[in-house]
């Protein structure tokens, strides 16, 4: 089982992009997911996590602002919804999930391969 992010690229500073967020093997509208990047030579760091039921939490560091997380049941995706990007927003994103987002970040599996995100002009 894995969640697949996508829909990254490179992107000039002040551009927008949305990525999206899409298991294989199982349903995620009963899990939480959180939006995860690490930018090169720095830690893993996580951003924004959404329950099942839709509520978002912001972990710190990343208050509401410039990017928003949504997920759509129905079509059983998540997504990063990421605006004025700036060039350390550079990163390669993830997506994963977890029962809730309270559980501590390193509690959040099915973890893949990311989607690169860089911003350049």
């Known amino acids: 089982v894995q969640l697949q992010a996508s829909g990254g690229g490179l992107v000039q500073p002040g551009g927008s992009l949305r990525l999206s967020c899409e298991p294989s093997?199982?349903?995620?509208?009963?899990?939480?997911v959180g939006w995860f990047r690490q930018a090169p030579g720095k830690e893993r760091e996580g951003m924004q996590c959404?329950?099942?039921?839709?509520?978002?939490?912001y972990w710190p560091k990343h208050r509401a602002g410039r990017f928003t997380i949504s997920r759509d049941n129905a079509r059983n995706t998540a997504y990063l919804h990421m605006t004025n990007l700036r060039p350390d927003d550079t990163a390669v994103y993830y997506c994963?999930?977890?029962?809730?987002?309270?559980?501590?970040?390193?509690?959040?599996?099915?973890w893949g391969p990311g989607t690169q995100v860089t911003v350049s002009s």
């Open positions: 959404m329950s099942s039921s839709g509520v978002t939490t």
């Open positions: 994963a999930s977890a029962g809730g987002c309270e559980e501590p970040q390193r509690d959040f599996g099915s």
């Open positions: 093997g199982f349903t995620l509208k009963n899990y939480a």
